[in-house]
């Protein structure tokens, strides 16, 4: 792929939607977008990688290994793809026998054929053929009037009392020794369904903007992100997670949204939910990272998105000279915010009480780029969608520990769901 060629643009919002409507023609193709939020050391505001020069997809098995192969013939290259969460029955030798409605692959990346960077003031193209007759297709694009969609009915997966039926057994668990916090989801779901893809990102955008969005599109599976959380970073010899555990709700007033975010940065609860799951972090980069250098950077930090507001920890370290980038994903993966402890039973117990397979939810979108460095999200506040099957899925989840209060916990579930569903609706 040449060096990149750069074009000015006039209007980044209506550009940004050109190059949407212009990646839709590919099979599949990966929309990374910041959202203009500056807190996480953006490395750049839209990257968008569309065509496919060369891909691999395999389930749990052999997967890093066969990653780390693939890997190694296209070193020096941009890769863009995703890690499924059943990879855990690789990392950890476990297994998963609940419904799948969606059937995205455990690991698939690709080698693509153009990359995009957008920023405000220009695009940058990467690619082996014309980069300006790119700008200039995309430039044409037209933007579409919004079509409005059938309504349709979303339904939970759990009931409430079966969710709060399980919390009260995972809280027996948790009484008995076998986990300490376990992070419990449930699965809303509609089909047959047709949605539009493209306007229902930029819905989804609009209400909940989050600095790891993503769109992504692997021949007939989608995924609609609206991710604020980051798994794992590397730049240069640096390393860095940002788990996130504690949430309260944003209101109207600001006495009372001011008020839910002091009772957040206040509540002993969410901030030994959160500890937990640093202390988590901590242990899983001292496998990747020279000795001494992990520590956490920030602490209980709160900090505000459109529905909620959340609290983020920031945990780096510095990389191990000998560890490449697929085993400093395997010796990490899934991400603690998503499973509990400790890990592998966690994820037992998960299998055990959740009705989904969680597939590509909670699992991880990103890049690497051709210096070697990488950035990944972590899939949750997402719309899972197979257009071929008309079914759609999201999941929403929280954090459970002996002192939750299973009613406050459902309560949070949908409030994570309302901005999916308001978009849907």
Same mark, same amino acid.
């Given at each position: 792929m040449k060096e990149g060629q750069s074009f000015l643009i006039d209007n980044f919002n209506d550009?940004?939607? @050109?190059?949407?409507?212009?990646?839709?023609?590919?099979?599949?193709?990966?929309?990374?977008?910041?959202?203009?939020?500056?807190?996480? %050391?953006?490395?750049?505001?839209?990257?968008?990688?569309?065509?496919?020069?060369?891909?691999?997809?395999?389930?749990?098995?052999?997967?890093?290994?066969?990653?780390?192969?693939?890997?190694?013939?296209? @070193?020096?290259?941009?890769?863009?793809?995703?890690?499924?969460?059943?990879?855990?029955?690789?990392?950890?030798?476990?297994?998963s026998n609940n419904f799948d409605g969606i059937g995205f692959a455990d690991i698939h990346f690709f080698v693509p054929e153009i990359v995009l960077q957008l920023n405000e003031r220009q695009l940058t193209v990467f690619c082996d053929g014309d980069a300006a007759a790119i700008f200039k297709n995309i430039s044409e694009q037209t933007i579409a009037e919004e079509n409005s969609q059938a309504s349709f009915e979303i339904k939970n997966r759990i009931s409430k009392e079966d969710y709060i039926s399980s919390i009260k057994k995972i809280q027996q668990h948790i009484l008995r020794g076998d986990c300490y916090e376990l992070n419990f989801c449930q699965e809303f779901f509609a089909q047959p369904v047709t949605i539009d893809i493209l306007s229902t990102y930029k819905k989804l955008s609009a209400v909940s903007p989050n600095p790891f969005a993503a769109l992504y599109k692997v021949n007939d599976r989608y995924c609609i992100c609206a991710s604020p959380e980051r798994y794992l970073k590397k730049a240069g010899n640096k390393i860095f997670s940002q788990p996130i555990k504690g949430t309260s709700s944003r209101n109207e007033n600001k006495n009372i949204d001011d008020a839910n975010k002091q009772h957040l940065l206040n509540s002993q609860k969410e901030k030994s939910e959160n500890v937990m799951v640093v202390d988590l972090v901590r242990n899983d980069l001292s496998k990747i990272c020279k000795e001494a250098t992990v520590k956490v950077d920030e602490l209980f930090g709160i900090y505000s998105f459109p529905q909620v507001h959340q609290m983020i920890s920031t945990i780096s370290g510095e990389i191990k000279d000998d560890i490449d980038w697929v085993n400093a994903v395997k010796a990490t993966f899934p991400m603690g915010s998503m499973t509990?402890?400790?890990?592998?039973?966690?994820?037992?117990?998960?299998?055990?009480?959740?009705?989904?397979?969680?597939?590509?939810?909670?699992?991880?979108?990103?890049?690497?780029?051709?210096?070697?460095?990488?950035?990944?999200?972590?899939?949750?506040?997402?719309?899972?969608?197979?257009?071929?099957? @008309?079914?759609?899925?999201?999941?929403?989840?929280?954090?459970?520990?002996?002192?939750?209060?299973?009613?406050?916990?459902?309560? %949070?579930?949908?409030?994570?769901?309302?901005?999916?569903?308001?978009?849907?609706?």
């Open positions: 550009f940004k939607i @050109k190059m949407l409507n212009w990646a839709n023609r590919f099979n599949i193709f990966c929309f990374l977008d910041n959202l203009h939020y500056n807190f996480n %050391e953006p490395a750049f505001e839209c990257l968008l990688a569309a065509g496919v020069q060369h891909r691999i997809e395999m389930q749990a098995g052999k997967a890093f290994n066969g990653l780390k192969d693939f890997y190694s013939q296209h @070193k020096n290259k941009w890769l863009f793809g995703h890690f499924g969460y059943d990879l855990k029955n690789e990392t950890e030798q476990l297994q509990g402890a400790p890990k592998k039973r966690v994820m037992q117990l998960i299998e055990q009480y959740e009705q989904t397979k969680r597939g590509l939810f909670s699992g991880s979108i990103g890049y690497i780029n051709p210096n070697g460095d990488f950035d990944f999200n972590v899939v949750i506040r997402s719309t899972l969608y197979n257009a071929e099957a @008309k079914y759609l899925s999201f999941q929403t989840g929280s954090a459970i520990t002996f002192y939750s209060n299973a009613e406050e916990e459902y309560n %949070e579930c949908l409030l994570k769901a309302a901005a999916i569903k308001s978009v849907l609706k």
